[in-house]
């Protein structure tokens, strides 16, 4: 029983590996992420920090990709001992498919929240998850199932304290 068992474990493992690896973006740099600090600014004792977060699309081809119209939050990620997510108004939230065509940009403002008290230099990745539309609804698929994608993450950012 526990042979069997353990066959079973090393089969499910192995899927998981092939399924994640068929999520990878092939040819590393067709799609690349960048971020950058515009400015802090304080709102009472709480400082808050935007940064610009830029998608390239390095290849040949039009991408088109899920976002949402005002909720950037639920496609990015933050790593950071310093910085949480700030405000998220959004008055109106629908899926959406963006494009962006070949050698082109597109650029979002995240907001976030410095911990109170920091002292400690700022630093942060920004990961984006990416899912691409390939040639199906990708807007009505969203919501109904899961979606294949892959997460994009920055290079560490420095921004002031």
């Not at 042979?3 to 590393?28: C, D, H, M």
């Not at 799609?31 to 920090?49: D, F, M, N, P």
């Not at 984006?128 to 994608?149: I, Y």
């Not at 290079?155 to 304290?161: A, D």
């Amino acid at each position: 029983m526990i042979k069997k068992i353990t066959n079973v474990r090393r089969i499910l493992i192995l899927a998981s590996i092939l399924v994640n690896l068929s999520f990878i973006e092939s040819g590393s740099g067709n799609y690349v992420l960048t971020a950058k600090t515009e400015r802090v600014y304080s709102e009472g004792s709480q400082k808050y920090l935007v940064t610009i977060v830029r998608l390239t699309n390095n290849t040949s081809d039009t991408l088109k990709y899920l976002s949402w119209s005002c909720s950037y939050w639920q496609f990015y990620q933050l790593k950071s001992a310093t910085l949480t997510w700030g405000d998220r108004k959004c008055l109106k939230n629908l899926p959406w498919v963006k494009k962006l065509a070949p050698h082109q940009s597109d650029s979002v403002r995240l907001t976030f929240k410095v911990k109170a008290g920091n002292t400690d230099p700022v630093t942060y990745k920004v990961g984006m998850e990416l899912a691409k539309d390939e040639g199906h609804n990708l807007a009505n698929e969203f919501l109904h199932k899961p979606m294949k994608s892959v997460i994009i993450w920055t290079e560490e950012v420095s921004g002031p304290n």
